[in-house]
C-alpha cells in the first residue's frame, strides 16, 4: 500500500520560497501515476497545484505555473514543490496526492504551512 508523508518548515516569509517534499513508500514515483501538491487555505476549499507524471513530465494550474516548480529525485523515490515569492495569501494545508485519470486515490496527512512576515 503507497503512502505519502510531506516535509518541510510550517513557517516561510514573503517574499520568500516555499520548498515542500513528498516522500513516497510503498511504490515507486516513475510507475504509471501523477505525483501532485494540492493545497487548502483555512475556510476554502481545495486548491490543485499541479503534477509531476511518472514520465517526468508536469503540468501546472494556470493561476500558480508563474511561480510553481515540481521536480522529482528518483533516488530517494521523492517530489518536491516550489513556490516563489509567497505571499501570505499561500497559507495554507499542502498536501502531496497520488492521482490516476482523474482521480486523487492517496493522499499524504497534509503539513500546514504559514506565510507571514
Known amino acids: 500500500q503507497v503512502q505519502l508523508q510531506e516535509s518541510g518548515p510550517g513557517l516561510v516569509k514573503p517574499p520568500q520560497t516555499l520548498s515542500l517534499t513528498c516522500t513516497v513508500s510503498g511504490g515507486s514515483i516513475t510507475t504509471n501515476y501523477y505525483w501532485s501538491w494540492i493545497r487548502q487555505p483555512p475556510g476554502k476549499g481545495l486548491e490543485w497545484i499541479g503534477y509531476?507524471?511518472?514520465?517526468?513530465?508536469?503540468y501546472y494550474s494556470p493561476s500558480l505555473k508563474s511561480r510553481t516548480s515540481i521536480s522529482r529525485d528518483t533516488t530517494k523515490n521523492q517530489f518536491t514543490l516550489q513556490l516563489s515569492p509567497v505571499t501570505p495569501e499561500d497559507t495554507a494545508v499542502y498536501y502531496c496526492v497520488r492521482a490516476n485519470q482523474g482521480a486523487f486515490g492517496s493522499w499524504g496527512q497534509g503539513t500546514q504551512v504559514t506565510v507571514s512576515s
Open positions: 509531476i507524471a511518472y514520465s517526468g513530465s508536469t
